[in-house]
């Protein structure tokens, strides 16, 4: 059983950062690929970046692509999302996933794990 613990988020204008973090419980963390997804209200769930189990191989949306990076610490058994250049329309509740085997996936039934969330809102 792995457990993701979020931190990060927040409010901030547009053109401003905010780093996510996503601290995972467990010997295994180094196995699993990791994914960032979120979600605004009344929308679904979407995809916004991915990373293999070695930080080797990085996927993002093309949303986000160029703003944001995902990178992984699997000495302190930690991903996080690195977003620059915030619009309004990045807000969203942001969670972070794990999945157990293979390659990173843009789906998000394909993760078997999930953070509890934490809320981005850029302001105009």
């Known amino acids: 059983q792995v457990q993701l613990v979020q931190s990060g988020g927040g409010l901030v204008q547009a053109g401003g950062s905010l780093r996510l973090s996503c601290a995972a419980s467990?010997?295994?963390?180094?196995?699993?690929?990791m994914g960032w997804f979120r979600q605004a209200p009344g929308k679904e769930r979407e995809f916004v970046a991915a990373?293999?189990?070695?930080?080797?191989?990085?996927y993002y949306a093309d949303s986000v692509k160029g703003r944001f990076t995902i990178s992984r610490d699997n000495a302190k058994n930690t991903v996080y999302l690195q977003m620059n250049s915030l619009k309004p329309e990045d807000t969203a509740n942001y969670y972070c996933?794990?999945?157990?085997?293979?390659?990173?996936?843009?789906?998000?039934?394909?993760?078997?794990?999930w953070g509890q969330g934490t809320q981005v809102t850029v302001s105009s």
């Open positions: 990373i293999s189990w070695n930080g080797g191989r990085t």
């Open positions: 467990g010997r295994t963390f180094s196995r699993y690929a």
């Open positions: 996933a794990g999945k157990m085997a293979g390659e990173p996936a843009l789906a998000a039934p394909e993760y078997d794990y």
